[in-house]
């Protein structure tokens, strides 16, 4: 049973681990559905997860009261990637280039920047209510001509 209704699916969870091997199947499904390659389903499905971590356990703390929202939205031929959590927020024009000589060691900061290159875009929404990142891949042409009729 196809997860896109409408060009839409949207689902929460709370911020718990366990629900991460949970969002990458998701993802993977829905790639499948749009019928992205099986290298762009992997590329999605690493950077889905990798924001699913973050907002886990850098924007809710792992407090698992708080919640992550994960929307997938169809929008001018490209698959528009929500992932909202209820932290603090954070300053994304601040993250270290992790691949300066001084950052090239550190056991973090890297998972933006491989977000980065696995999508076509990313753009960040910071509220006092929380983080949203928002990814963005070009849907394949037969569906991107799909959509448009």
Known sequence: ???MKN??????????IKYLEKIERIM???ATELKFQESVRDDLSIAVTELFNNALHHGNKD???KKITVTFKIKNNALFITVKDEGEGFEPEKLRDPLLPEN???VSGRGIYLVKQLVDDIKFNITKDGSEVIIVK???????TETNK
């Not at 060009?7 to 718990?16: C, I, L, Q, R």
């Not at 070009?138 to 991107?144: G, N």
């Open 1 to 3: 049973m196809p997860l």
């Open 7 to 16: 060009g839409e699916y949207k689902v929460t969870f709370p911020s718990h």
């Open 28 to 30: 993977t499904q829905i």
């Open 63 to 65: 407090d698992e009261t």
């Open 104 to 106: 090239i060691y550190d």
């Open 138 to 144: 070009k849907l394949p042409s037969e569906i991107a």
